[in-house]
């Protein structure tokens, strides 16, 4: 071929290129400017629908009072003698650093508690308990000062009286709410409220070291030995709530299909015998050929279930050995 003509050619491929190029560039500065605006939207109707956020525009001058967590907590209780404390942050939403002292006043909010338990008695899945208040709790910091130009929030603590005689069936809460505040703070309407729980933890909640084998059925990557963490939570006063994700054999795979296992615990016998339920999958089922068990001496679980078309199928066999608090 021709010198002249292989140039020619040459050039008509970078002209080409070049052409495509400055419209590919043109497609992504309008697909980047049409995402910086969406995103801009998104943020800006977020922002708008939530008080007490920091967004700069809608708080220009402005000062409010809320509760960053606020709605339903938890806070585990240890069954001990002792006074537990517990605490949270309040906040003061602003622009600026306010300029005088904020005093804010707090207390115990029966109604709100009383409309979660119409709440939960009502809804789809009615329960039949109510949540109780916690007897002699008490707010530390009923009144509690922010000093001018220092901060925008502050924690308040609530001190709990000894939970050793509690009824682990009963479902016990604090329920706060900010009644009063200076400096020309509004209270936030919707963020003045928080509901902590107060489940008493039973002798078997904690993290566990696991250790077993699990079964996926023609599958020898996800079936296999592995090692693992696994948190027990309270349910009752002598069941415990398996709240952590099963994992495959791979050592990195989440099981799916099975929900939150719920454990109980026969002390009447030694070892003590356990049964356990998945509410999300009836077909799970401890393997009856298996000494399922808790051994206390040991703070040890030995557990062997199955779900699927049977223990073939799906399954797993595992020890949990007591490693600390949950």
């Not at 000093?147 to 939970?163: D, E, I, M, S, W």
């Not at 919707?190 to 729980?197: A, E, H, Q």
């Not at 990557?221 to 090692?227: A, E, Q």
Request: net charge positive; charged share 20%.
């Amino acid at each position: 071929m021709p010198l002249l003509q292989r140039y020619s050619g040459r050039t008509a491929n970078i002209a080409n290129e070049l052409k495509m190029y400055k419209m590919n560039n043109m497609k992504n500065k309008i697909f980047l400017t049409l995402s910086f605006l969406a995103v801009m939207f998104v943020v800006s109707s977020c922002l708008k629908d939530d008080v007490g956020i920091d967004w700069s525009d809608d708080l220009k001058g402005k000062m409010y009072a809320e509760f960053p967590s606020n709605g339903e907590n938890t806070f585990v209780i240890q069954p001990v003698a002792a006074d537990q404390v517990f605490k949270f942050l309040v906040n003061i939403a602003t622009d600026e650093l306010p300029a005088s002292d904020v005093t804010l006043t707090f207390s115990i909010d029966l109604p709100a508690m009383a409309a979660l338990n119409s709440e939960l008695h009502s809804g789809e899945t009615p329960v039949t308990w109510s949540y109780r208040l916690y007897p002699g709790a008490t707010i530390i910091d009923q009144t509690l000062t922010i000093p001018a130009g220092t901060k925008r929030n502050a924690y308040v603590h609530v001190r709990l009286p000894r939970a050793d005689t509690l009824n682990l069936n009963n479902k016990y809460m604090v329920p706060i709410t900010i009644t009063e505040v200076t400096g020309g703070v509004t209270i936030a309407a919707n963020k003045k409220t928080v509901l902590y729980r107060l489940p008493v933890a039973n002798k078997w909640e904690g993290t566990y070291k696991g250790k077993g084998y699990i079964i996926r059925e023609g599958d020898p990557v996800l079936s296999g030995r592995r090692k693992f963490n696994v948190k027990l939570a309270t349910l009752g006063s002598n069941s415990v709530a398996w709240t952590s994700t099963h994992i495959w054999g791979d050592g990195i795979g989440g099981v799916g299909g099975i929900g939150v296992w719920e454990i109980t615990i026969n002390e009447s016998v030694v070892p003590n015998t356990i049964t356990l339920r998945d509410p999300s999958n009836a077909a799970v089922k401890l393997l009856s050929t298996y000494p399922n068990r808790y051994v206390p001496s040991e703070r040890t679980f030995y557990i062997s279930a199955y779900w699927g078309s049977g223990p073939t199928n799906r399954a797993e066999t595992d020890t949990l050995v007591y490693y600390g608090p949950y």
